[in-house]
């Protein structure tokens, strides 16, 4: 016999997503991922490795899982513990963006260590012309409040 309240389609709500993205992200070891109240993503390289890189792209998919109605999505990857491997960073990058061809605009806002800057900068204007879904911006280490702000410029 089935009841109303069986037959009735759940509501999934805000909480429901961050148990799962806490679920997802508690079993990795070189990125650690917070979302802030502002509706912020922070991924934070704990090693620069491909084991990071592959951990993010995980996290990339669950987001367009979960977000592909919003028009944009903010992020911050705070890499100023050292940069992972960019041509392989990239590589997951790209597949991450074709598996979901009209999934959201990202806006990643790079927090880099002020040696890695020129490097970064040079290979996120590359990701900027491969991909018109996504936009980098690159950031000193002592420039994380600028950052958020122009993560604030992103369409809602």
């Known amino acids: 016999m089935s009841t109303a309240a069986?037959?009735?389609?759940?509501?999934?709500?805000?909480?429901d997503i961050r148990t799962d993205l806490t679920?997802?992200?508690s079993?990795?070891?070189?990125?650690?991922?917070?979302?802030?109240?502002?509706?912020?993503?922070?991924?934070t390289y704990l090693k620069p490795?491909?084991?990071?890189?592959?951990?993010?792209?995980?996290?990339?998919?669950?987001?367009?899982?979960?977000?592909?109605?919003?028009?944009a999505l903010m992020q911050i990857a705070d890499v100023r513990g050292?940069?992972?491997p960019i041509s392989y960073n990239?590589?997951?990058?790209?597949?991450?963006?074709?598996?979901?061809p009209?999934?959201?605009?990202?806006?990643?806002a790079t927090i880099v260590a002020g040696r890695d800057n020129?490097?970064?900068?040079?290979?996120?204007?590359?990701i900027n012309r491969i991909r018109n879904r996504l936009k980098v911006r690159t950031f000193a280490g002592d420039q994380y409040e600028a950052a958020i702000e122009w993560l604030y410029t992103a369409p809602k």
């Open 118 to 126: 020129i490097f970064v900068q040079g290979g996120m204007s590359l």
């Open 90 to 100: 990239i590589q997951k990058i790209n597949d991450v963006l074709a598996s979901y």
């Open 23 to 25: 679920r997802l992200t």
């Open 82 to 84: 050292g940069m992972p």
């Open 27 to 43: 079993q990795f070891k070189a990125l650690s991922v917070e979302w802030r109240p502002d509706g912020i993503f922070v991924l």
């Open 49 to 71: 490795s491909r084991e990071a890189t592959d951990e993010a792209a995980t996290t990339q998919r669950w987001f367009n899982e979960h977000f592909s109605e919003k028009p």
């Open 6 to 15: 069986s037959s009735k389609p759940s509501t999934i709500t805000e909480a």
């Open 102 to 108: 009209n999934g959201p605009v990202l806006w990643v």
